[in-house]
């Protein structure tokens, strides 16, 4: 596509409830990244995956926070049993090469737990 | 890993004021070097990034950012900034051989005063 496609925009959850967030890379980007920006916090880095390697975990807060790519293309970031403090703006990045021009961003997806 | 530091949390400026926002990086190796930003209600975006060669990049609105290796910094200037300016401003470090591997600063608010 044109640019990175997140979804949903918004989602409400109840604390204890598992979500899971979608991202869209642009097609033929080899990397994708995930980030949370929190109020505050400024932008953090969760996980990125490069073509078939194994992804950096490195960044994942909890073992509630994992993600997947599948195909190479589109990437789903579960959080299980979410809490209250995993409220964030999860943004989704790509990239088509090693020394591009930086990272394409999607718009993301505002998570509130209540 | 990389990490990067962004010392004003949030600057507030007039309209025709020079403005100067830190970011100090800390890395072994050599590095690409970014600006991002993000104007309310927008995706982040590029604003200029240095590979090698020239350390005074400059890059889209009238913005320009200076490489200090021995300081270990890339500083974002404006001359004169506008109310359109007012954003939140994302410095970033990947190591120069992967730029697959990007650090954010916790980003600095600039508000711009008309």
């Known amino acids: 596509g044109a640019g990175v496609s997140q979804s949903p925009s918004n989602k409400v959850t109840e604390k204890g409830k598992d979500v899971e967030l979608r991202c869209d890379p642009i097609?033929?980007?080899?990397?994708l990244y995930w980030y949370r920006q929190s109020l505050g916090q400024g932008l953090e880095f969760l996980i990125y995956?490069?073509?078939?390697?194994?992804?950096?975990k490195s960044g994942l807060p909890s073992d509630r926070f994992s993600a997947e790519r599948t195909g190479g293309s589109v990437s789903t970031l579960t959080i299980q049993r979410t809490q209250q403090e995993d409220s964030a703006v999860y943004l989704c990045?790509?990239?088509?090469?090693?020394?591009?021009?930086?990272?394409?961003f999607g718009s993301g997806t505002r998570l509130t737990v209540v | 890993a990389q990490s990067v530091s962004q010392h004003n949390h949030h600057v507030i400026l007039s309209e025709a004021a020079s403005l100067e926002l830190g970011c100090n990086y800390s890395?072994?190796?050599?590095?690409?070097l970014f600006w991002y930003v993000q104007y309310p209600g927008q995706h982040l975006q590029l604003l200029l990034k240095?590979?090698?060669?020239?350390?005074l990049v400059k890059g889209i609105k009238g913005f320009e950012a200076e490489f200090i290796k021995s300081k270990f910094s890339f500083n974002l200037r404006k001359p004169s900034v506008q109310w359109s300016d007012t954003a939140e401003y994302f410095c970033?470090?990947?190591?120069?051989?992967?730029?697959?591997?990007?650090?954010f600063g916790a980003g600095t608010r600039l508000t711009v005063k008309p």
């Open positions: 990045a790509s990239s088509d090469r090693p020394q591009g021009d930086g990272y394409t």
């Open positions: 097609s033929g980007h080899t990397a």
């Open positions: 995956f490069q073509g078939n390697s194994a992804p950096d």
């Open positions: 890395y072994g190796g050599t590095v690409n």
């Open positions: 240095y590979f090698s060669g020239d350390p």
């Open positions: 970033a470090v990947s190591p120069f051989y992967n730029n697959n591997d990007m650090r």
